[in-house]
């Protein structure tokens, strides 16, 4: 029998180390060739390690959310053979690596304590058994003020106690020391006025930020930390676009997808775009060079099991309302199944990020860095406006967005949004030369 020393290898693209997201194996399997190890997520992508030979899983390395160098052993395996590496040279490279993650045995159960059987108490005489309604005043209602003395006040607050969830006995149902007591013994889970329960929780739980969390928080606080994010809101009346969305839908063919809103507005931006250079963007502030770009590569903010991830719909420029809508369903259903590639999530030049579904006003977009714009559609509501000279119900819809104050100024930023807006609001510009 020999030993296999798995090593992380190098995925590619300069990377130095990669984060232990998932283990898929324990010390003591017996594993197949080709069968899921480890997931390790590099700054691209969460990729999976599978291993190249058969054998006994005899050490693993690293515990979820530790960082692994490209070459850091992960995984030992027993093998037939002589393996990759003796025993002792194994040993050795695991020294150099975090200790290996010890299978734990079951602790028994403990035994049974005797429950000792309580004599039979002498009969007493039955008293009525009242309920909180019975003690409930009819001159006091669920929800009306108490009434009690300063001095049951003052315990009922250090006591943690609210007056209006006890019972009072008193003249017009005041509440006394006597209810206090008797409100304590009854306990925290005693029916309240009204039939609601009011249960007291207890617990915590601490749950350890890796793998694609952690990596959505350090991508918000370096957006947040090194750009100076300018918002700008405006409201777009979206009746007519809606009106030709709908159309479109209905008499679309059987092969064609669904159109949601995300393709007019993605029309709108490819539009636009090229007069606003500056807009389509990537600031390396490092060296301090703007990167402008010819072709737009929309980032489309998706949400997953997971976490917030941003495929990317290349070349949006080239493509109509249907092709556009066909690509953002593809590599959205790609990145919520974990299969989208490194293609499918870089290379992005502006972002746009949808929460209308969820209502909402208005939100504050973070930048998706280095880019230098995201925008934001909210809601679609229906409200009475003033339409030509006359109140009428119409679509509404803000429209959010933020910019790279070092690169975008105020004055651009608004007149690129108000371009957006008069494409939305004339949908019949957004297809004319």
Not at 30 to 36: G, N, S, V, Y
Not at 69 to 86: D, F, Q
Not at 117 to 136: F, G, I, L, R
Not at 367 to 375: G, L
């Amino acid at each position: 029998m020999g030993r296999f020393v798995f090593k992380l290898p190098d995925v590619g693209e300069g990377t130095a180390e990669a984060e232990i997201v998932a283990w898929h194996v324990a010390v003591g399997d017996t594993i197949k060739e080709d069968q899921h190890l480890v997931d390790v997520m590099t700054d691209k992508a969460t990729v999976e390690m599978t291993s190249p030979v058969a054998g006994k899983v005899v050490e693993v390395h690293g515990e979820p959310g530790s960082m692994a160098p490209v070459g850091a052993p992960l995984v030992i395996l027993e093998v037939e053979g002589a393996g990759n590496e003796k025993a002792n040279g194994a040993s050795k490279a695991a020294r150099a690596a975090p200790p290996p993650v010890a299978a734990k045995a079951p602790e028994p159960p403990p035994a049974p304590k005797p429950i000792a059987k309580p004599s039979p108490a002498p009969a007493a005489k039955p008293e009525p058994v009242s309920t909180h309604q019975d003690h409930m005043p009819a001159t006091r209602k669920f929800g009306d003020k108490p009434l009690a003395s300063p001095a049951v006040r003052q315990r009922a607050q250090e006591l943690g106690i609210r007056l209006q969830f006890v019972q009072g006995s008193g003249p017009a149902g005041r509440i006394t020391h006597a209810d206090l007591d008797a409100f304590i013994a009854r306990g925290p889970n005693a029916p309240t006025p009204g039939g609601a329960q009011l249960i007291q929780r207890e617990g915590e739980e601490e749950i350890k930020v890796i793998g694609l969390r952690r990596k959505i928080a350090e991508k918000m606080v370096e957006s947040k930390r090194r750009i100076p994010h300018y918002a700008y809101v405006d409201e777009v009346d979206v009746t007519e676009l809606e009106d030709l969305r709908a159309n479109l839908n209905e008499t679309k063919r059987p092969d064609q997808p669904k159109l949601t809103l995300l393709p007019f507005i993605m029309r709108a931006l490819v539009r636009v775009l090229p007069d606003f250079p500056q807009i389509n963007a990537r600031f390396d502030d490092e060296v301090g060079i703007v990167h402008r770009f010819a072709p737009v590569h929309i980032g489309i903010a998706t949400q997953t099991a997971n976490g917030l991830i941003v495929p990317v719909v290349h070349h949006a420029e080239a493509r109509d309302l249907w092709n556009a809508a066909a690509e953002i369903a593809r590599v959205a259903q790609l990145t919520r199944d974990g299969k989208a590639g490194k293609d499918d999530l870089s290379g992005s030049t502006i972002t746009i990020t949808s929460l209308g579904a969820l209502g909402g006003l208005v939100t504050t977009p973070v930048i998706n860095h280095p880019e230098v714009a995201i925008i934001g559609p909210n809601a679609i509501v229906e409200r009475p406006v003033v339409h030509n000279g006359h109140i009428a119900v119409r679509k509404m819809m803000n429209l959010s967005s933020s910019f790279d104050h070092r690169v975008v100024d105020g004055y651009d930023a608004a007149q690129f949004i108000q371009r957006v807006k008069a494409l939305l609001q004339h949908p019949a510009k957004l297809f004319m030369d």
